[in-house]
């Protein structure tokens, strides 16, 4: 038997245990174990193996693996936008647990945690999907449409962001004035073009999650709110709302926010607090921030009542919450992550009409797609700070 | 009017310039006291040509300002607090004057003329100077008398061109342009904001002068925000734009810090924000900032910064930007009155300032009513009581959302702190809370029996201020039935009350005191039973009716009284248990034809309880027509009496021989309501 057939036979195994057992069960492990020393082996002879999922066609590198046709994990795969594996030597024990964790989660059709996606080392192993680009295969590895050219800088608005989650976080004030002048400087960018674009933020480093979603969360939302055809008052409360989603982050660990492996339980339910911390955090203003404290507390709930946290009085989500759910999502899902690159606007839209009537109000999502389809050529990633033009 | 700033210890008016005023003071007097003629007259004039004359040699003019209180001379006001000071500006106010000026070369009999004019008040009739004609004003060749144009200083340059073409906000730039040059001689330049600024640039810290530029700075704020649109007001804008641009950083900080407190500072910005270049804008919030000893965030600094920048470069987005900066100067500087400048404080300011904007009221959750709600679970669930919690929750109790509210209350999520809990209901529970309810119980009945049964006394005075005002028959029943479920507890908080209360107050007092398992010790309602209001009485009666002590003489009372109502009571009372003092009472009213059948027939079957030989004697005699020559007695034509004779002749004296025959009777009769009353039914 092969190097990768093996491999792959013995991942596909370890993702058939793994419905039968919970996380952590010996039996499990041992699957998981067996597919990595299947790794191990294989990275001895290719130090960078790369696998593609493609139409029922288990690609190895260049070479078609004739046995897998038709592999049922790859077809199983390939529909929750894994298409391309690649793994890079040497690749940690702990890293590979993750990894099967994270395929285990997707097959299960679990979405993605926009929680979750924080500050981690740089990863041996990466995934996610690709696209065929007139007739030439070219994985995705761009967080989205073309970067186009840009007369307005963000750094202002990116130093404020840094600089009111300091604020909550040293002093336990939210200076509102600078987090409503923010939006509205966004808004002033948004239109700086003659018309509607979206000056959305390209990660650079990991450490500047935080900030670059909160930016573009607050774009989205106010792009969306205008495609809506809201009023202006309202555009900047969601706006605001955007950008506060996930201030509660800012009660969370250090060591927990920036750990780089799976969280326990117990961290888990740590980062599951940052909605109900951000809503507190939001509601201590004294008055006109309650729509973005809702907002940060409903941000993660689902359409059918899943995700987090459970409401003990039972109701539907805001309205403005279900418009930002989809908003993080989008941009979670076309940022980089360390084991898998950004998917394309495209492919995150798909994952997100895919979800409509699930996980998403199915209005604000066909809404947001007709929107990001019709400005995406206008969609901006910006340049960092030192290869940022000046206003 | 705001005050001009006095000068102080570090700049003096000249004693020159005060023995003048002092004198030109004691001048005016004595023209407003003498005759013409008179020779205090004479020696008065002569002291004021004197320093004047003195004053003159080296200036071409003197220029005094006039305001409410005081007097600007050479960039120095008045102290307000000097008495003989303060009179000279408020007679010259009076006049309706903004300005006197003296040249080179007045003459006595000028002067002297000058003096008359002005020293005769408008009181007397006469027209105040200030409203007579040009001709007038200028009739005198070296005393140029100049209208009051507007309530502050306003010294005109005779350059200025006039204010019909130019505008209030133009005469105020040449006056504060006059008055930033002034002892430069050069008035030709006074329009140029640019020299205007290298003045105050170049002066010397000088407090008196500084307030005096930001006193002219401040009137054209409010002139610049109220003035319509023009080219005037467009000039005047770009001139007071320059100016701050022109002037130093450290200059500008200076004049706003010495020459303006924290509500001017404040004030010049709010006015000017809305409509000066938005560079002059940030400038003026830098310096105001600094003055204030705040520090305005460096980020929020930059952000308006690049706002500004990107109005200038006036793209697309210029308007937005614009509405942007101004908005957020407008927001950051109405915070600065709200608390006490001080960097510990800054972020506090922030806070509210978020408050006063009017944004909040296109938010959705100041619109919707479900938004309340949600806030309120959101913070039950997340265990937060705070202001948005009270005013969500104050928000459903206006919208009379009560019961939902206490439902939230009662089944909070597991875990929750019972002092969260308890927190919210201190808040519900409230007076207001009960009285709103009380006042739409219809829309909301769940919820008042729910936080009254929470509440338990605490709810009695609310509920009794309700009782004192419910018009409604059916309120008063319901809030009687709720207080009186207190029980005696209750008494205490009712008798003060009673006390020289309105009548309505009373009667209902005196029925939730009707209405308690027993009275308090102290409280006698025997005053209440004498009262001129019927309502007043009859509750009064009711309560000595139902206290075994007073019923006799509540029945007594009751038998006695006119009012219908009262003796209806008195007869239900009676008809229970008949105290022997009443009877007399009851027969006469039984025996007075002029009564109420209806009333009389209640007397009757009162005598139930009285089963004496004189009351059958009555009832029989009562019962029956009087026999005549060839007639025997017969029944009593049918009648509410009769009826009623007949049914406590049928209950008492059924057998007795005397009763038999009238009972047979009305057996026969034809009437079936007579049949029935001497069976013994009640008809």
Redesign the interface.
């Known amino acids: 038997m092969s190097d990768p057939f093996r491999f792959l036979t013995a991942v596909g195994q370890a993702l058939a245990t793994a419905t039968l057992y919970r996380p952590g069960h010996p039996a499990r492990e041992r699957s998981v174990d067996a597919a990595y020393e299947a790794l191990t082996r294989l990275l001895e002879d290719e130090p960078k193996p790369r696998f593609n999922f493609l139409d029922g066609d288990v690609v190895y590198g260049p070479q078609v693996l004739r046995q897998l046709k038709d592999w049922e994990w790859g077809l199983r795969l390939s529909k929750v936008q894994i298409q391309r594996l690649e793994f890079e030597s040497p690749v940690p024990r702990d890293e590979f647990g993750e990894f099967m964790l994270d395929l285990c989660q997707r097959l299960a059709g679990q979405v993605s945690d926009t929680a979750e996606l924080r500050q981690m080392r740089e990863s041996s192993i990466r995934y996610g999907p690709i696209i065929v680009k007139q007739g030439e295969e070219a994985a995705l590895l761009s967080g989205g449409a073309a970067i186009a050219g840009i007369?307005?800088a963000l750094d202002?608005?990116i130093?404020?962001i840094n600089?009111?989650h300091q604020q909550v976080q040293t002093?336990d004030?939210l200076?509102?004035?600078?987090a409503?002048?923010?939006v509205?400087?966004l808004?002033?960018?948004m239109?700086?073009?003659?018309?509607m674009f979206m000056p959305l933020l390209q990660l650079k480093e990991f450490d500047q999650y935080t900030t670059t979603h909160a930016s573009n969360v607050a774009v989205l939302a106010m792009a969306l709110g205008e495609h809506l055809k809201l009023?202006s008052?309202?555009v900047?409360?969601l706006g605001t709302a955007g950008l506060m989603h996930d201030l509660g982050k800012v009660k969370i660990p250090h060591d927990i926010l920036v750990k780089p492996g799976a969280f326990t339980d117990a961290e888990r339910a740590v980062m599951r607090r940052h909605p109900?911390d951000g809503?507190?955090l939001l509601?201590?203003?004294?008055?006109?921030?309650?729509?973005a404290?809702?907002v940060a507390?409903e941000h993660h709930i689902m359409l059918n009542g899943g995700g987090y946290?459970s409401?003990?009085?039972g109701?539907q989500c805001?309205?403005?919450s279900k418009l930002v759910h989809v908003c993080d999502v989008y941009d979670a899902l076309c940022t980089n992550r360390p084991y898998r690159e950004a998917w394309s606007s495209e492919i995150a839209l798909s994952y997100v009409e895919e979800k409509a009537g699930i996980e998403f109000e199915a209005d604000i999502v066909a809404s947001f797609c007709t929107m990001m389809r019709q400005h995406s050529h206008q969609r901006v990633a910006m340049p960092d700070r030192a290869a940022g033009p000046a206003? | 009017m705001s005050r001009l700033p006095a000068a102080d210890e570090r700049t003096f008016l000249s004693r020159e310039l005060s023995v003048f005023l002092v004198q030109l003071s004691i001048a005016l007097h004595k023209h407003a006291t003498y005759p013409p003629g008179h020779p205090s007259l004479v020696s008065a004039l002569e002291s004021v040509l004197d320093r004047l004359a003195d004053l003159l040699k080296d200036r071409e003019m003197l220029a005094i300002g006039i305001s409410r209180q005081q007097l600007l001379i050479e960039g120095v006001a008045t102290d307000p607090a000097n008495p003989v000071l303060r009179e000279l500006a408020q007679r010259l106010h009076r006049q309706q004057l903004g300005a006197l000026r003296l040249l080179s070369g007045v003459e006595p009999d000028e002067l002297g003329q000058v003096l008359t004019i002005l020293s005769a008040e408008s009181l007397t009739g006469s027209t105040p100077m200030g409203l007579r004609s040009a001709e007038e004003l200028n009739r005198f060749p070296h005393v140029k008398l100049v209208p009051m144009a507007f309530d502050q200083l306003a010294i005109a340059d005779e350059h200025s061109p006039p204010p019909e073409t130019e505008g209030r906000g133009q005469e105020l730039w040449l006056s504060l342009a006059a008055a930033a040059l002034i002892g430069t001689g050069n008035p030709d330049d006074t329009v140029d904001p640019a020299t205007v600024a290298r003045e105050i640039n170049r002066r010397p810290v000088n407090a008196t002068y500084d307030r005096v530029i930001v006193t002219y700075l401040l009137e054209l704020g409010r002139e610049l925000k109220s003035a319509p649109e023009g080219p005037s007001a467009a000039l005047v804008r770009q001139r007071v734009a320059v100016l701050l641009g022109e002037l130093r950083p450290e200059v500008l900080n200076r004049l706003l810090e010495t020459g303006a407190d924290l509500s001017q500072r404040r004030q010049l910005l709010l006015d000017t924000a809305p409509v000066l270049p938005v560079r002059a804008v940030l400038e003026l919030l830098r310096a105001a900032n600094n003055a204030n000893q705040q520090t305005i965030s460096h980020s929020l600094l930059r952000i308006l910064g690049k706002l500004a920048q990107n109005v200038e470069a006036d793209g697309p987005s210029r308007i937005r930007a614009e509405s942007a900066l101004r908005d957020v100067v407008v927001q950051l500087v109405s915070g600065w009155t709200l608390t006490d400048p001080n960097p510990g404080g800054y972020t506090a300011v922030l806070d509210r300032l978020s408050r006063a904007t009017g944004e909040a009221a296109d938010r959705p959750d100041e619109e919707d009513p479900d938004e309340s709600l949600r806030v309120v679970q959101l913070s039950v669930e997340v265990g937060f009581a705070g202001d948005s919690l009270w005013r969500a929750m104050d928000q459903m109790i206006d919208r009379l959302q009560t019961s939902n509210l206490i439902e939230l209350l009662d089944m909070p999520p597991e875990g929750t702190a019972p002092a969260f809990i308890e927190a919210c209901w201190t808040h519900l529970a409230t007076p207001h809370c009960v009285r709103r309810l009380l006042l739409h119980e219809q829309q909301d009945p769940q919820g008042i029996d729910r936080l009254l049964n929470r509440m338990g006394m605490a709810a009695a005075e609310p509920m009794l201020e309700a009782l004192e005002v419910a018009d409604s028959r059916a309120v008063r029943r319901r809030l009687l039935t709720r207080l009186s479920a207190l029980g005696p507890a209750l008494g205490p908080l009712v008798i003060p009350r009673l006390t020289s209360a309105p009548w309505f107050v009373q009667r209902n007092m005196l029925a939730l005191l009707g209405t308690l398992p027993e009275l308090p010790a102290d409280f006698s309602p025997l005053p209440f039973a004498d009262h001129t209001d019927g309502r007043v009485r009859r509750e009064a009666i009711k309560v000595m009716i139902r206290n075994p002590a007073q019923r006799e003489d509540g029945i007594g009372r009751s038998l006695s009284d006119d009012d219908d109502q009262i003796l209806r009571m008195g007869l239900s009372a009676v008809s229970e248990a008949c105290p022997p003092s009443a009877v007399g009472r009851l027969m006469t009213l039984l025996n007075d034809k002029d009564r109420d059948p209806e009333v009389r027939a209640l007397g009757i079957r009162a005598l139930t309880g009285l089963k004496t030989a004189s009351v059958k004697s009555w009832l029989l005699q009562h019962a029956l027509t009087k026999p005549g020559w060839f007639r025997r007695a017969r029944l009593c034509p049918r009648s509410p009496e009769l009826v009623a004779i007949l049914v406590v002749l049928a209950s008492r004296w059924r057998d007795d021989p005397a009763v038999i025959p009238v009972l047979r009777m009305a057996e026969a009769s034809a009437d079936p309501d007579v049949r029935a009353a001497a069976r013994g039914a009640t008809v």
């Open positions: 007369n307005y202002e608005e130093e404020t600089w009111l002093t004030s200076p509102l004035l600078e409503e002048t923010v509205r400087s808004a002033v960018a239109h700086s073009q003659g018309q009023g008052g309202l900047r409360a109900v809503a507190k509601l201590e203003r004294e008055k006109g921030m309650e729509l404290a809702v507390y946290p409401m003990h009085f109701r805001h309205y403005a206003l």
